[in-house]
T-cell receptor
């Protein structure tokens, strides 16, 4: 399996809801990433996990809570989001060693009402 | 500060014409640069990286450290090249390694 999968494809939530995004890969990659991508904009890094430990948090608001329960899974827990958080959320994975290609998932399209 | 600049939001060329997508970077360390491509309704994927010096789908890119550029070129554009292209810089930080993307150039190849 050489793909990164993300579920759900689409998610609509209210500002008081709690929801989670899920990302999975079976390529043996030990680095996993969350990005946020607004329409017609580049992906913006949110979090990096290396060997299941959070290594980079790009000053993301606490209403976004990442979790890496094992080497194949990455979750993003969402709570009390704002309408401006509506975006495409991309997951990626790579080998940990420096400067490796990142493999991207198809993304979850999130709409916050 | 580290930065990747793609000056053209949209580049429109005719089929068979040469293509050059510009990318300039600012980085104090030794740069590692990539081109990623996003076709319509498809996921973001790596097109090429400077260190491999290979040609993918007829595209090439040469790192010019003097001009701090990594322009993407193709001698003859094809219709299937229409896509969003992102230049990306690999940055080493205390917490780990990360990619910083340019703002992207939408390439439109017209018949």
């Amino acid at each position: 399996d050489t793909e990164v999968t993300q579920t759900p494809k689409h998610l609509v939530m209210g500002m008081t809801n709690k929801k989670s995004l899920k990302c999975e890969q079976h390529m043996g990659h030990r680095a996993m990433y969350w990005y946020k991508q607004k329409a017609k904009k580049p992906p913006e890094l949110m979090f990096v996990y290396s060997y299941e430990k959070l290594s980079i948090n790009e000053s993301v608001p606490s209403r976004f809570s990442p979790e890496c329960p094992n080497s194949s899974l990455l979750n993003l827990h969402l709570h009390a989001l704002q309408p401006e958080d509506s975006a495409l959320y991309l997951c990626a994975s790579s080998q940990v060693s420096e400067r490796n290609e990142q493999f991207f998932g198809p993304g979850t399209r999130l709409t916050v009402l | 500060a580290q930065r990747v600049t793609q000056p053209e939001k949209l580049l429109s060329v005719f089929k068979g014409a040469p293509v050059e997508l510009k990318c300039n970077y600012s980085y104090s360390g030794s740069p590692e640069l990539f081109w990623y491509v996003q076709y319509s309704r498809q996921r973001l994927q790596l097109l090429l990286r400077h260190i491999s010096r290979e040609s993918i789908k007829g595209f090439t890119a040469d790192l010019n450290k003097g001009e701090t550029s990594f322009h993407l070129k193709k001698p003859f554009a094809q219709e299937e090249d229409s896509a969003m292209y992102y230049c990306a810089l690999y940055i080493l930080t205390g917490g780990g390694n990360k990619l910083t993307f340019g703002t992207g150039t939408q390439l439109k190849v017209e018949l």
